[in-house]
């Protein structure tokens, strides 16, 4: 049967502070890019938006137009009508077939008029709409402008850094082949809960090099013995010695 390596906690701690600093130049490369990622993404958020809104305003646009042609279609029916009527006023045998003529031309007049005023009501919304339209054009051009900046930087950034960052990500796999798995499985876990990505702190001016809280005199004294691993009791970060951290170069 196999034997599973024992290691010190020592070992222990030099691999996983070795593993941090291999991450730490990593986090390194995201820092460099800064917030490009993120802005590249809003940007194109906004401009997959903004051309939404533009296709659904145009579409407006498109039924108010055919709304105003069926008005005008409706006019020169009602127009047509009138005249018809007219001349049959020429011909009417009495007072009452007149009267009736006369209803239908008024109501047909009526019509043109509402017609009308649902043409001039329409043609407003249509001026409205236009501004819409190239307020949302120039809003488009001139985010797909800043896209195309934003973009042209973080690829920059990527070229320049790519071949850099795939020889730390292996070191990086390598390493974590190295640490233990309980260990390695905390240190995961605690560079997840901070932004800096710190997960194994040195101790500084006797305090933790990640939440500056002060560490007791006895407990620096644990720390620098190694006899087992030593974690903040504020932020949780593991704990290593200045001379530990000196020793161990990547």
Request: with cysteine.
């Amino acid at each position: 049967m196999a034997t599973v390596k024992e290691y010190s906690v020592e070992e222990k701690l030099v691999s996983v502070l070795r593993l941090q600093k291999i991450d730490s130049k990593l986090d390194g490369i995201q820092v460099l890019r800064g917030e490009l990622p993120i802005e590249v993404k809003d940007l194109e958020d906004e401009v997959e938006g903004l051309n939404t809104r533009l296709t659904h305003v145009e579409d407006e646009l498109r039924g108010i137009q055919d709304f105003i042609a069926n008005k005008k279609a409706a006019i020169k029916e009602s127009e047509a009508l009138v005249k018809k009527y007219e001349k049959q006023q020429d011909n009417v045998k009495n007072n009452r077939e007149f009267e009736a003529i006369t209803k239908e031309i008024e109501m047909q007049n009526l019509e043109i008029k509402l017609s009308e005023k649902h043409i001039k009501d329409a043609s407003e919304e249509i001026k409205d709409k236009t501004r819409l339209v190239e307020s949302a054009k120039k809003a488009i051009v001139d985010k797909e402008s800043n896209l195309k900046h934003k973009k042209g930087e973080l690829e920059k950034i990527i070229s320049e850094t790519e071949k850099e960052e795939r020889q730390i990500r292996k070191e990086s796999d390598e390493a974590r082949t190295k640490v233990e798995p309980r260990l390695l499985g905390a240190y995961e876990k605690i560079r997840k809960n901070y932004r800096n990505g710190l997960a194994v702190v040195t101790v500084e001016r006797d305090s933790c090099g990640g939440c500056f809280n002060a560490i007791p005199p006895q407990r620096q004294a644990e720390i620098r013995h190694r006899k087992k691993i030593i974690v903040c009791e504020h932020c949780g970060r593991i704990l290593v010695d200045n001379d530990l951290e000196a020793t161990v170069t990547i």
